[in-house]
């Protein structure tokens, strides 16, 4: 297999993360490859400042291969992933006459994905939809797995449906593109995957080498930390599809992280900075039960702030914490879940943490 292609294998709708530098200047050849037809009409969803840089080559590979396409551009930022900016993106279908024969393309970070997924699933009962992740976050994570919502002002991400991409581009050129602050963000999913279930990621990341060639966003470790990440979360997805068991840990350092983000205000902390502070609180919640000794929550931590991610935790109400954490989308039976290391490379799903447990961190 090509060690830059990878198969998300699920019972009844497989489709491959294609990983290659430059590949999105080529998506027409892409898209005839994977069998989508030519003169089929192609919504892609962007933000302005996306479009500007990729939009131009994008849409004229496109008609070279003769697809009929058009962007439509959203407001960027976590306050904007919305139903007013999904009702948008409707509009834009309804204008140039999408058609359940037509094709939407997710070209952004994560919330464009998250928005232009559940567009697609929607729009006539779903028509297909491509993602073309351009943040560090979006292609180790969002864009693979078939998540896709909006946010409601009680709780992110609690509007959407499981609906499965057709195809996934990767390319890392796009990352040169990106501020330091959103590409650290990112690495904090990639740190998460080392930490769930990838020991020899967790190490690969622990090395100086290794860490100053990521941060210089050197090619072939760009391409080698998002192959890792995307293996281990097409194995986790392929066994458990919509979250009904092991695929749960993904969400590992998700649930303190989506109280930080929703309690601090969206955008005050980026996705992955706050996922990176939940991941040191999950943690220590870990080494206080005697789950992994103190020196593997230290190694954590030390690898988290070593790419410039926060771990301290902000002050924030505590009857506020339990509010949003009991309407997170893992509560299950009025019971919250909390994902927990026991090992570098190994964690589980406990719903036996006492509320003083983890409240004190909110202090």
């Known amino acids: 297999m090509n060690k830059n292609k990878i198969i998300v294998p699920l019972s009844n709708n497989s489709y491959e ?13 892409e898209l005839k490859r994977i069998g989508v037809k030519n003169n089929r009409k192609i919504l892609i969803v962007s933000n302005k400042e996306i479009s500007n840089l990729f939009g131009g080559e994008l849409l004229k590979n496109l008609k070279k291969y003769k697809y009929s396409a058009e962007i439509f551009n959203i407001k960027a930022g976590e306050s904007y992933k919305n139903l ?10 309804f204008d140039i006459g999408l058609d359940r024969n037509a094709l939407m393309i997710a070209l952004g970070g994560g919330i464009v994905g998250d928005v232009t997924g559940f567009a697609a699933a929607t729009w006539l009962r779903g028509i297909e939809y491509i993602q073309i992740p351009t943040t560090l976050l979006s292609m180790v994570d969002s ?11 009680k709780g992110k991400n609690l509007i959407g449906a499981f609906y499965q991409p057709k195809a996934v581009f990767i390319d890392p050129e796009t990352l040169k593109t990106l501020p330091p602050r959103e590409f650290k963000a990112g690495m904090a999913e990639v740190i998460k995957y080392g930490v769930i279930k990838d020991k020899a990621l967790f190490e690969y990341l622990e090395n ?3 860490r100053d060639k990521i941060l210089n966003l050197e090619n072939e470790s ?5 192959n890792n990440s995307i293996k281990t979360k097409a194995h986790i997805v392929s066994e458990d599809e919509k979250e ?8 590992y350092g998700h649930s303190f992280g989506h109280v930080i983000e ?5 955008g005050e902390y980026l996705h992955g900075e706050a996922i990176s502070i939940g991941m040191k609180i999950a943690g220590d919640i870990s080494t206080e039960k005697k789950l992994w000794p103190k020196k593997h929550s230290l190694r954590q931590d030390n690898l988290i702030e070593s790419y410039g991610l926060p771990t301290k935790t902000p002050k924030i109400k505590k009857n506020e914490v339990i509010k949003i954490l009991m309407g ?35 202090d």
């Open 143 to 153: 864009s693979v797995g078939g998540k896709t919502a909006v946010n409601h002002p």
């Open 328 to 362: 997170d989308k893992k509560v299950r039976d009025g019971k919250m879940r909390f994902i927990l290391p026991k090992k570098i490379g190994e964690v589980d799903i406990f719903n036996d943490i006492n509320e003083s447990q983890f409240l004190k961190y909110f």
């Open 244 to 251: 009904n068991g092991i695929r749960a840990i993904l969400n």
């Open 84 to 93: 007013a900016s999904l009702r948008e993106i409707y509009n834009a279908a």
């Open 208 to 210: 100086d080498k290794n």
């Open 262 to 266: 929703n309690l601090c205000g969206y």
């Open 222 to 226: 760009l391409i080698k930390i998002i």
């Open 17 to 29: 993360v294609t990983i290659k530098q430059g590949i999105i200047n080529n998506i027409g050849e």
